[in-house]
């Protein structure tokens, strides 16, 4: 079984503060990805990574960066958060090339920024 | 600009019934196209996709349906059953594309 997991299920944290949203999958896939979802606005995809230190940006980069040092592992930072970022977190990851198969999701984070 | 549009929120269907959840998209450059299924709480899951060189995809009480000139695609659940309440997204990505566009999601309620 495909196995995405993020390292919490509910946050809370304060404006200003530097956030970390942790992802680690072990199907070994190469693509991985962390969407945020709202209600009205459905999944945007904030960053994504095809290969071990690669990143690309996403439709909603800003106030956001990423870091993949280790293949299984994707970590998603608020360097600074605002209370526009309070949002459902999702990561997911595929396996390698395009965008050809489905991706697998982890359960979400819930961040409340106050 | 949203590419991928599900234009109906909600959805109620009786127990039984079909359910047919649309999507349309702009992106003439989509050839391949998704759908998931949310419960609350829970991340996405794939339920079913289909490929823009058919036009159709079946899978149980599935069926993707593509319709390329129209640049609309759905999804039919047939006999809908109230395990099918969640919210489904529909998905598209281009050839060379890595990540997937969504929709914002239809609300599916089956009532018993």
């Known amino acids: 079984d495909v196995k995405v997991t993020q390292s919490s299920r509910y946050l809370v944290k304060r404006t200003g503060e530097k956030v970390f949203l942790e992802c680690v999958q072990d199907m070994d896939h190469e693509n991985m990805f962390w969407y945020r979802q709202d209600p009205g606005l459905g999944l945007r995809l904030i960053y994504f990574?095809?290969?071990?230190?690669?990143?690309e940006k996403g439709d909603i980069p800003e106030g956001y960066s990423v870091s993949r040092e280790k293949k299984e592992r994707f970590s998603l930072i608020l360097e600074s958060a605002s209370t526009n970022q309070t949002s459902m977190y999702l990561c997911a990851s595929s396996y390698s090339g395009r965008a050809r198969g489905s991706l697998f999701f982890g359960p979400g984070t819930r961040l409340t920024v106050l | 600009d949203q590419q991928v549009k599900q234009n109906s929120p909600s959805l109620s269907v009786q127990e039984g019934r079909i359910s047919i959840l649309n999507c349309d998209y702009t992106?003439?450059?989509?050839?391949?196209f998704l759908w998931y299924k949310k419960y609350p709480a829970e991340g996405p899951t794939f339920l079913i996709s289909?490929?823009?060189?058919?036009d159709k995809n079946e899978d149980g009480r599935f069926t993707v349906f593509l319709n390329k000139s129209a640049k609309h695609l759905s999804l039919h659940i047939v006999p809908s059953q109230p395990g099918d309440s969640a919210v489904y997204f529909c998905a598209a990505s281009v050839r060379s594309g890595y990540a997937l566009n969504f929709g914002k999601g239809t609300s599916l309620l089956v009532t018993p």
């Open positions: 992106n003439s450059m989509f050839d391949y």
């Open positions: 990574s095809y290969d071990v230190k690669m990143k």
């Open positions: 289909i490929s823009s060189i058919k």
